[in-house]
């Protein structure tokens, strides 16, 4: 197809600016990482931000964050450069600025930095190790420039991770396990069965997300596991393992049941416990749905479309289940995604891939791939099914989202054939 023909393979995919867009009718300005770096700040109690950049980026910032300070005293003020800071830096500036709103009162401040301090080179570790001991305020920064991140996800993942250097070691808690990637309240998220059956057996959770304070990620050395949920907290994770020797379990790239079951053993031989039943039902259900999706599933062609956080996991298990994949949209590449790259291609797929951001011009692109089923968000169309809504499994882990995602899946099959023999009845074409 001459429409693809610009795309990359998987395998050929090494860094997210090596994901192309599907077509030319794209928009640059919901994937502008600083967005989601300025929504995140103001959902951590305590934690004040200074966004670096130009007018643009000021204003831009100021439409979803309205408010220079937050609901408890948090501060979340804009550096505009100026003609000459443009040329020439603004190192003089920042630390002024820094140094007013630690007066002002801010116990940590996130620099957000955006294109054009990165694009002349300023020294952001250079400024923050000068300015840093006068200071009450612990400082971090992260780097957004959107020319080297081409995607919003770095305005998360790097943002939480740049939250590891305001943590300081502490005692171990041998009954603490951190969450990472769900917020202490997150109703509209379902409550995985795992961390009931963790807390009945005595252990604390901490949950770990937007949402949580800033003393909570403060505390956060001192738990004896952190359990990953969200591929945006995963690099938090392996920063805290690093500097605190934190060891992690990502649970939120996990699909197929026996990874699942030992994912969960592993859990259990760190606190010294057994699950016994306690997700026997659960499992076996996974089970037979996973027999059930080999059965139905086996040789259909698919189509991975937007709002799926975690697409080349997703899709080497949707493979292993015996369907074939022919494109996958990518809004990033994850250091993990290496080992899901290297287990599709060993089963003899590498398909390709991209971003899609108009679904208007992206989908008469797809429908000449012919899949039989996509998954995630597209407009509804007669001759593809879709599964939706995807990101409801954002948050989800365990046998519950297997069985989810399956259930899910096999329902839209059956809805499909139900429809194809009602239009065969009324075309006169149905079995005598």
């Known amino acids: ?64 964050s309205p408010h220079p300070e937050g609901r408890y005293g948090e501060l979340h003020w804009l550096y505009v450069l100026n003609a000459q800071e443009v040329v ?25 930095v955006t294109c054009v301090p990165e694009l002349i080179g300023e020294d952001l570790a250079g400024i923050l190790h000068e300015v840093q001991p006068e200071l009450s305020a612990r400082i971090t920064f992260v780097m957004l420039a959107q020319f080297k991140n081409v995607s919003y996800p770095p305005g998360l993942w790097k943002t939480m991770e740049a939250l590891g250097t305001l943590m300081a070691a502490g005692a171990t808690d041998a009954g603490r396990i951190n969450v990472l990637g769900r917020a202490p309240e997150e109703d509209h998220i379902p409550l995985p069965s795992l961390f009931p ?113 975690m697409p080349v996991a997703l899709a080497v298990y949707l493979t292993g289940l015996g369907m074939e994949p022919l494109l996958l949209h990518l809004e990033d590449c994850y250091p993990e995604d290496r080992a899901h790259v290297k287990r599709l291609v060993s089963l003899g797929y590498d398909p390709w891939v991209c971003r899609m951001v108009n679904a208007e011009a992206d989908v008469p692109v ?51 054939d139900v429809s194809e023999e009602k239009r065969r009845v009324q075309h006169g074409a149905a079995p005598v």
Request: glycine residues 8%; hydrophobic residues 45%.
């Open 1 to 64: 197809m001459n429409e693809l023909k610009h795309l990359k393979r998987l395998s050929a995919v090494k860094a997210s600016t090596g994901i192309r867009f599907l077509t030319p009718a794209v928009f640059p300005g919901c994937h502008c990482p600083m967005r989601m770096a300025s929504v995140i700040v103001e959902n951590v109690p305590g934690l004040s931000s200074l966004l670096v950049g130009m007018p643009e980026c000021a204003t831009h910032s100021r439409l979803f």
């Open 88 to 112: 020439f830096g603004c190192r003089e500036g920042l630390i002024a600025a820094l140094r007013e709103m630690d007066k002002a009162g801010a116990k940590a401040i996130l620099l957000i």
């Open 197 to 309: 059956e963790l807390m009945r057996r005595g252990l604390a959770l901490r949950y770990l997300a937007p949402g949580a304070s800033l003393q909570d990620f403060q505390n956060a050395p001192d738990a004896a596991l952190n359990l990953v949920v969200s591929p945006f907290m995963q690099p938090l994770a392996a920063k805290m393992e690093r500097e605190f020797g934190i060891p992690y379990i990502a649970l939120n790239n996990l699909y197929d049941v026996e990874s699942t079951g030992r994912a969960y053993e592993e859990i259990a031989k760190r606190f010294g416990f057994s699950w016994g039943e306690a997700f026997a039902k659960e499992r076996q259900q996974a089970l037979e749905f996973e027999e059930q999706a080999k059965e139905k599933l086996k040789g259909l062609r698919y189509i991975l479309s937007p709002r799926i956080d």
């Open 366 to 416: 797809l429908a000449k791939l012919a899949p039989d089923i996509c998954f995630g968000y597209l407009p509804a169309t007669k001759a593809t099914p879709c599964v939706p809504d995807m990101f409801d499994f954002y948050g989800q882990v365990g046998y519950g989202r297997t069985s989810n995602l399956l259930k899910r899946s096999l329902g839209v099959l059956a809805d499909r």
